[in-house]
């Protein structure tokens, strides 16, 4: 990517610099490209991981958008099935036409992102439904499948790391595994900025402070901040948004935050309380 490339990328999905390095590592043409005159096999598979409303979904949709890649997209739980066979077959048809778009395109790298992988990644026990088994195995086939030099990309996406099955995540299949985390200062502050700047009658915003304010929050819970602080300035009757509506839900959001932590429950929950 060049510096426009890049500027326009980063627009739209906040992420931290050490983030950006590792995802580059595996989807930027040029690195690929030097890793290979190196005498280093690239990486094919990506996992995202991180908490829920981190802009593991969002990355991957602006992946989409790169010039040069083929795309294609399905979520984890389409591939579970009441019907026996059907998810290993999609499994195989979407790879099937992966390859099929990087023949057709001169050998475009294509990248497959299959979102919500735990639907189908979770550990395998006794009990494991033998469909999600078996189409979980029909993605290793696919990935063991190629070689170093193939110009397929599987990127997959999880809020459950934690359960996901090991041969799913051991080196060979899942290489390189980043973490996209809460922001930090200077995120929360370029999200806030993101969501402000679409808001069209507002007075300045203190975006830093509203960042120094919003430890814990997530992208997506900064998102709603801000749309729940621009229906508060409605519903009382001002003519455009101001720094108390927003500090107001900043206060309620992060509050109920620590309300929960202090009870000792997991992101998960605390996550449905923010969305
Ligand atoms: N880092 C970010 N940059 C830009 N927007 C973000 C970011 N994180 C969250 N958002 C906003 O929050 C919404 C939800 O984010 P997204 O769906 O990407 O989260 P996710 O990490 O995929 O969550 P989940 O694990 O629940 O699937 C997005 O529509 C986007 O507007
Ligand atoms: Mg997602």
């Not at 890049?6 to 950006?20: A, G, P």
Request: charged fraction near 35%; charge should be positive; hydrophobic fraction near 35%.
């Amino acid at each position: 990517m060049n510096d426009a490339e890049r500027q326009k990328f980063y627009r739209n999905v906040i992420l931290d610099d050490e983030t950006i390095k590792e995802i580059e590592q595996v989807i930027d043409a040029d690195k690929r490209k030097t890793y290979k005159e190196w005498g280093l096999d690239n990486s094919n598979g990506l996992l995202l991981y991180g908490p829920p409303g981190t802009g593991k979904t969002t990355l991957a949709k602006q992946i989409a958008k790169l010039n040069g890649y083929g795309f294609l997209h399905e979520s984890g739980s389409r591939f579970v099935e009441k019907y026996v066979g059907v998810g290993p077959k999609r499994m195989e048809g979407l790879f099937y036409k992966a390859k099929k778009m990087s023949r057709e395109n001169g050998n475009m790298p294509v990248i497959v992102f299959i979102d919500e992988i735990d639907s189908i990644g979770c550990k395998r026990t006794e009990e494991t439904n033998k469909e999600i088994t078996n189409t979980l195995n029909q993605l290793f086939v696919e990935l063991d499948g190629f070689d170093s030099n193939s110009n397929i990309i599987t990127i997959a996406a999880t809020n459950r790391f934690d359960i996901l099955d090991e041969a799913l995540v051991r080196p060979g299949r899942f290489d390189k595994k980043v973490k996209v985390g809460l922001p930090k200062q200077r995120e929360r502050e370029a999200l806030f900025k993101l969501f402000g700047s679409k808001i069209k009658k507002k007075s300045k915003l203190p975006y830093r402070k509203f960042a120094e304010m919003s430890k814990g929050l997530s992208g997506a819970d900064i998102e709603l901040v801000i749309r729940e602080a621009t229906m508060r300035a409605i519903d009382s009757n001002k003519d455009k948004l101001t720094p108390s509506d927003v500090y107001a839900i900043i206060e309620k959001k992060t509050g109920k935050k620590k309300k929960i932590e202090n009870k000792r429950i997991g992101y998960r929950i605390e996550s449905v309380s923010a969305e």
